[in-house]
């Protein structure tokens, strides 16, 4: 692989629907091991608690007043009022009301439009002498980025303390994990572009912004302007941070560096990944150490490949072929860029000359994570979508994306460039030739 400070490596991102993926860079070396489970966190619904963590039966607590304590603390928030928020806590544990004044401060720091704990049930699912466990949906919204609620899994240990019902914990001493986010991990800085807002702990969050603003324009100008024309960017202290923010089922895999579906278990190598929530939120999700190691173009094409994702709701999508979500982005993130094309599927390239060209477009499979053939994948998605925009123009590109979200390739293919799958791969492997041969 090439050094990081010279081209971007290729690759592409993915969407939030679990494709699974694992990009290798081709150009640019990003390999920063994330080990998916180091920051406490598990996905929705978290973990059971193992068997024989409880030291007592769990007591059901008051549900009308421990509603009225997470009533309590949303107000709390809400009016920015801390001393009320931590009063709800005063009688736990030190290390835990620490953590609480740093969850308080960094909210406080958001542009919440809403922001709520709710009591998912009152019978506790797990106890003991200190106290009872509740799940707790919370629900949150960022103003001017969200359009629904974003949703997150909690567990809030609580028992009767000075005549009342108090938090006391949460639920790791039995096992229990909530949902990451990104204001877990320390303290937070929250920086404003004009299409974007970064949130995190990272030195490079100005940067970041600035690039995004700058990339809203060039998406939009292949997609089209039917889309927010805003991310909101994480950027957490490490990328152990970067990957419990992964959801379980909801990564998109990126241009330069190794994605993965699942941070518990395969995550490695990333510099960045588009992510889709259940309710439609998306975020771009940033590996601050492997990031800092690529030269300024690779940033470029990275952070424009992540927001095609977010533009097409590539994140969310279980209908369009892999090859198309994927080459599309990497069309965006190269289009105005001087990287040359032998250089960029430098991998691909060394097959075509020794002549072993692809049979056929790559399939769900060739973006496996346990796939050897990772990078000539992309580079195979990303020529065939520039053969196309060369040969077809830009908005045929297009119209076919979104004709292959609503039915077959083929039909998609027939109606938009009056190609069947064959004819395209035909003319696709010939392109490759030409180019890479």
């Known amino acids: 692989m090439d050094d990081p400070s010279g081209t971007p490596a290729t690759g592409t991102g993915r969407r939030g629907t679990r494709r ?24 929705s619904g978290g973990s ?65 439009r809403s922001w709520r704990e709710d009591l998912d049930s009152s019978v506790p699912v797990a106890g003991g002498r200190d106290g ?17 609620e974003v949703t997150r899994t909690r567990y809030l240990t609580v028992a009767r303390r000075g005549g009342g019902w108090r938090i006391v914990g949460d639920g790791t001493a039995h096992g ?11 303290p937070l800085t929250v920086v404003r572009g004009e299409h974007s807002l970064v949130i995190g702990s990272s030195p490079a969050l100005r940067e970041i912004a600035d690039r995004l603003d ?32 992964v959801p379980g089922n909801g990564a998109v895999d990126d241009p330069l560096n190794g994605l993965a579906n699942d941070p518990a278990d395969d995550l490695a190598n990333i510099a960045a990944l588009a992510t889709s929530g259940p309710s ?40 369009t072929p892999l090859w198309l979500i994927e080459g599309l982005a990497d069309y965006v993130g190269y289009r105005d860029r001087a990287v040359p094309v032998r250089s960029a599927a430098r991998e691909l390239r060394a097959e075509v000359a020794a002549g072993r060209l692809p049979e056929a477009l790559p399939g769900r499979d060739d973006f496996e994570s346990g796939s050897d053939r990772l990078p000539q994948a992309y580079a195979e998605a990303w020529l065939a979508c520039r053969m196309i925009a060369e040969r077809y123009g830009e908005a045929a590109l297009l119209r076919l994306y979104r004709a292959a ?3 077959s390739q083929d039909a998609a293919l027939r ?6 799958t064959a004819e395209l791969t035909a003319m696709w492997r010939d392109h490759l030739r030409k180019e890479l041969g």
């Not at 694992?22 to 966190?41: E, N």
């Not at 990339?215 to 990957?243: F, S």
Request: no cysteine.
């Open 280 to 319: 439609g939120e998306d975020r771009i999700v940033i590996a601050p150490g492997t990031f800092s190691r690529l030269n300024p173009l690779g940033r470029e094409v990275v952070l424009t490949h992540e927001l095609t994702h977010v533009a097409t709701g590539g994140a969310r999508d279980t209908r």
């Open 48 to 112: 059971p608690a193992p068997a024989g963590t409880a030291t007592g039966p769990a007591v059901p607590p008051d549900a009308r007043a421990v509603e009225a304590v997470l009533a309590g603390r949303a107000r709390a928030v809400r009016d920015g009022d801390r001393t009320a928020f931590l009063a709800t806590v005063i009688t736990a544990p030190p290390a835990f009301r620490e953590a609480q004044r740093t969850l308080f401060d960094n909210l406080a720091r958001l542009p919440l």
């Open 415 to 420: 109606s938009v460039l009056d190609l069947d």
């Open 132 to 148: 009872s466990t509740l799940k707790v949906t919370l629900r949150y919204r960022l103003r001017g980025y969200d359009r629904g």
């Open 176 to 186: 229990l994990r909530d949902d990451a986010d990104i204001w877990d991990g320390g």
């Open 405 to 407: 979200g609503e039915r």
């Open 214 to 245: 700058a990339a809203v324009p060039a998406v939009t100008e292949v997609v089209g302007r039917r889309w927010a024309r805003r991310a909101v960017a994480l950027v957490p202290a490490d990328d152990g941070r970067a990957a419990a923010l």
């Open 20 to 43: 699974p993926v694992l990009v290798v860079s081709a150009l640019v070396t990003a390999v920063v091991l994330i080990a998916g489970a180091v920051w406490g966190t598990t996905r």
